[in-house]
Each structure stands twice: as C-alpha cells, then as structure tokens.
C-alpha cells in the first residue's frame, strides 16, 4: 500500500496526525500541507534582472538528483521576477539549495481499542466488554488516545544571494512536509511551490500553505 492510500485509510478510520503534513478533507479531496519560515530584505525594482544557479555544495556537482530539483526550482522560480541568465553568462542574483528527508516523531490520535490496550476500557461513552452495548461502547463517540508515530521530514531550503551588493543573502526560505515515509521527490514540486508561495512576503513570517494533491 503506498503512503497516500495509507494515510486516507488511517483518517478515514478516525485517525489523524497532530503535527500532520498530508492533509485529508472528508477523506475526498487529499492535500498537502507544507510549513513554510522565510526572511527577506528584497531589493526593489529588479524584475527581469538575471539569475543563476549556484551549488550549495560540492556534493551537488554533477549530480543528477540536483539537476532534476534544479529544474523543480527553475519551474517555480518566476514568482521572483527574475529570469535565469545563459550558461556562462554573469548574473545579478545566485540561487542556490539544498534538501533532504529526516526520520522524526510525531503524535497520532486514534481511537481507543480495549483489545489492543489490553482488557477493558471506555469506548463511546461507557466501558467496552460485556454488556448491553458491547462491543461498541454507549452513546457520546469514542475515547481517543495519543501516540507516538515515526514520520519523515520532507524539507527544502533555498537562498537567494545579491552580487551586486557584495554577495548579500536577499531572500532565504526554508519549507518542510511531514509524511509517513521518505518520499523527497515526488514532495519537492510543493515545496519549491510554497517557498515561492506569496513571495516575497513578510520578513520573518511562518506560514502554512496547502495544495491539492495531485
């Protein structure tokens, strides 16, 4: 079963992710939910100025993964208003990136089940085990309970730097998706999306923005 089809059968079951990243409406219409920090000191009036991308780091040269995120930026970079200078070519403004998937926890919310807790315990509003309402419990919905879930770290960084003002860093956006498995690919279209999203924004704003799953 893939993480999709398993996330919508957890939330259509009742349950649901505290710190969750993959959204489920009426368990119809999935959605992705990124979390978005970015900084900016923006110059003004720089549209249709040049850009170019500058690898963060050795280990980003000539590396195919890179190349094919390098085009993910590439196509949502044109919030900014910058177009990307020729191969070769000087450029007013470096872009560059770096990403990754990272195991976390988070906190997961499902309904009490007195056979996997062990005995009996409160259900829809009474005890569960023998009784007139067994095995479904009395009348108010059921109890919940917390617990702790392996999740992954979806996450993007990028940074925008003036060279006409020494190198100064003008724009830096971090966007994170937490899933139910490491799965930075096919994320990283709404990640590069949510970082552009509104840009470019507020200095210092936090932000959540969600997006159809398609």
């Not at 959204?23 to 003004?44: D, N, R």
């Not at 970079?77 to 403004?93: K, N, Q, S, Y």
């Amino acid at each position: 079963m893939s993480w999709l089809s398993k996330s919508g059968a957890w939330r259509c079951a009742g349950i649901f992710a505290v710190l969750g990243a993959v959204a489920l409406s009426g368990c119809a219409a999935p959605s992705v939910s990124a979390h978005v920090t970015s900084f900016q000191q923006w110059p003004a009036g720089v549209e249709g100025q040049t850009y170019r991308f500058v690898p963060a780091d050795a280990s980003q040269t000539n590396n195919l993964e890179y190349q094919s995120f390098q085009d993910t930026v590439r196509a949502a970079i044109g919030a900014t208003g910058l177009v990307e200078a020729p191969a070769g070519a000087p450029a007013r403004f470096d872009v560059s990136f770096h990403y990754g998937a990272s195991q976390t926890q988070v906190t997961v919310r499902r309904p009490y089940d007195p056979y996997f807790y062990g005995g009996y315990g409160y259900g829809y509003g009474g005890f569960y085990g023998p009784g007139p309402w067994a095995p479904y419990g009395g009348y108010w919905g059921p109890a919940w309970v917390d617990v702790p879930a392996v999740a992954y770290r979806n996450s993007l960084t990028l940074q925008i730097r003036d060279t006409q003002r020494g190198g100064k860093e003008v724009y830096r956006s971090t966007a994170y998706i937490l899933s139910d498995r490491g799965d930075l690919l096919r994320m990283m279209p709404y990640l590069t999306r949510a970082i552009f999203d509104n840009f470019p924004g507020n200095n210092g704003a936090e932000r959540e923005v969600e997006y159809p799953l398609q």
